[in-house]
């Protein structure tokens, strides 16, 4: 069920370099979720790996029916 459910979604996943590897989270969906890895792939599998995990536990519900997100965009800022 939860792979048809996210066959019909698609979740924008940030990805973020860090000094010891990669972190990648979706947005649009409740609750936390994480992946890792020494590559951007490798965070990318890992969280789509969180994400079945995710939705398999909490069900449908878990998956936000509207994301208010439609792009992410990286800027800087002085502070």
Avoid at 40 to 58: P, W
Wanted: charged share 20%; hydrophobic share 45%; net charge negative.
């Amino acid at each position: 069920m939860w792979y048809s459910l996210l066959n019909m979604r698609i979740l924008k996943v940030v990805i973020e370099k860090h000094p010891d590897g990669y972190v990648a989270y979706p947005l649009g969906l409740k609750g936390v979720v994480v992946g890792e890895g020494d590559t951007g792939e490798q965070a990318l599998a890992d969280c789509q790996s969180a994400i079945r995990f995710h939705v398999e536990t909490f069900g449908a519900g878990a998956i936000e029916s509207e994301s208010p997100v439609l792009e992410a965009f990286i800027a800087e800022a002085n502070a």
